[in-house]
């Protein structure tokens, strides 16, 4: 077993009024030698439970590495967003989706 965290993650709650609550889920990510065994998905079983006691959406962006789980966890794309790094010298362009999750309520 290698020495260092194996997962990092923060999930918090935002308000900009009143009114508007949501989950959002800030960075999730696993050491490569503990990634596909299950960590991530508990950690995002986690946030997520807790944004649906809140009854809150939960919001995030997600990196080609990231996205699966995220779809397998509920969240749904809202737009696929394009970073252009060629004006910077780098001659590639990298992807990031928006994606939602709507709260989930027990029956």
Known sequence: MSAGILLSGDFWFVTHTDDDLWADLGMLATLPEHQ?????????????????????????MSTPHGKRLYEKSGFEVLEKVEFDFTPYGLAETNYAWAMLRKPRTSI
């Not at 596909?36 to 995030?60: C, I, N, P, V, Y």
Request: glycine fraction near 16%; hydrophobic fraction near 45%; aromatic fraction near 8%.
């Open 36 to 60: 596909r065994k299950g960590a991530g998905m508990l950690a995002m079983e986690w946030g997520t439970s807790q944004a649906d006691l809140e009854g809150t959406d939960a919001f995030l």
